[in-house]
């Protein structure tokens, strides 16, 4: 834990209640008082870019869409940026039947028909493409130095083969190795080999992804609408707490940008199955049903659209995984092991040029 840092915001808290802490993590820090909720960003966000995306957010064009800040950026404090926030309650993880997939996708289509030219500015792009990039040149860089083995990563592998991808673009999912014999302890996990296999499966991945999905080059045809830049159930609370409607929140990556970006990780969720065909149905429905302009109408499950951009933010997601078991921050799970499944699908996979997915 970032003591000092939790105790300037703490300070910065006092009187509001008790202080909790709520996130601790190497890029954000979030702590609770009472009915405020203070979040110290990340090093490397710009304060300028990050404090035109508060003056949005907290814009009367995005009430009842964006969670609005309680005042500017403070800082910085202990070398972070500050934001403070109205309480609010977060998705219940042990209730994925409670889960607003389709107020997702409503709230996501009435953000992107804000109209950006009536808001502050100047707004800085979407940051998912660039999101992606990172992830990937972090991982490329865990591979110049030996990674830590940790005895989580010795145990038999697990069944990968346990599903299939419902999209049609998905082919089969690829077999699970076979698991050691008995007495014998399997060898270290991918991600850990010597050879790095796993990381060499997912930048084949996203060496297949357009330029303009890797942060190479711009769209031949962009759009410039508003978007959220990260959009899954994670950034949305119920404000009033405890059961008032649902807001987005997190305007880390907020900015001008290809919407399609925004349907990325539920879809990827979906393609993966991660996430069931009736919640990313019901996402879908709710996104149409609002005229979100990301994907057009109608009840296709796998929209054009969104092919491309769920393809990176599945490499996106693959990738931080291996850079958090590489470095000792965390063991690889049954998702991260999903996600590494659909990388070599997309390895082997053609590349398309436009949101629409044209491989």
């Known amino acids: ?51 035109v995306r508060l003056r949005v957010a907290a814009h009367p064009l995005l009430a009842g869409i964006l969670l609005a800040p309680l005042g500017g950026l403070v800082g910085p404090v202990d070398g972070r940026y500050v934001s403070r926030w109205p309480y609010g309650v977060t998705v219940a993880p042990g209730a994925p039947e409670a889960a607003p997939w389709r107020e997702a ?6 953000l992107h028909a804000v109209p950006a030219d009536r808001l502050p500015g100047p707004l800085p792009p979407m940051s998912g493409p660039a999101n992606a990039a990172r992830a990937t040149a972090a991982l490329r860089a865990t591979l110049t130095t030996p990674a830590p083995r940790t005895p ?29 014999p008995a007495g014998q302890a399997a060898g270290p996990h991918p991600a850990l080999a010597p050879d790095r296999t796993a990381a060499a499966v997912v930048l084949r991945a ?9 942060d190479d080059e711009p769209l031949a045809q962009p ?22 409607p649902w807001h987005l ?21 979906y393609a993966t199955g991660l996430i069931p065909a009736a919640d990313w149905a019901a996402f879908l429905a709710g996104y ?40 000792g921050v965390r063991t690889l799970d049954d998702t991260d092991h999903d996600l590494l499944a659909a990388c070599a699908r997309i390895a082997a996979m053609g590349d398309g040029t436009e949101p629409g997915g044209a491989s």
């Open 206 to 214: 996203w060496a297949r992804l357009p330029a303009w999905a890797r």
């Open 152 to 180: 989580a990563d010795s145990g038999p592998p697990r069944d990968r083969a346990r599903a299939t991808a419902p999209p049609p673009p998905a082919p089969e999912r690829v077999p699970a190795p076979d698991p050691a």
């Open 223 to 244: 759009r410039s609408l508003l978007c959220h830049g990260d959009l899954h159930l994670g950034q949305l609370v119920r404000h009033p707490a405890p059961d008032g």
């Open 249 to 269: 929140i997190d305007v880390d990556d907020l900015g001008l940008g290809e919407p399609a970006w925004d349907l990325a990780r539920p879809a990827a969720g």
């Open 105 to 110: 996708g409503h709230l996501i289509a009435r």
């Open 1 to 51: 834990m970032r003591a000092r840092l939790v105790d300037r915001l703490a300070e910065l808290s006092r009187g509001a209640g008790e202080p909790a802490v709520i996130v601790d993590r190497a890029d954000v820090t979030v702590l609770r008082s009472g009915g405020t909720v203070l979040k110290a960003h990340a090093p490397r966000l710009d304060p300028a870019a990050l404090a």
């Open 288 to 327: 149409r049903a609002a005229r979100g302009p990301a994907v057009a109408p109608g009840d296709d499950l796998w929209p054009p659209e969104v092919d491309v951009p769920a393809r990176t933010l599945t490499v996106q997601l693959a990738a931080r995984a291996l850079v958090d078991a590489a470095t």
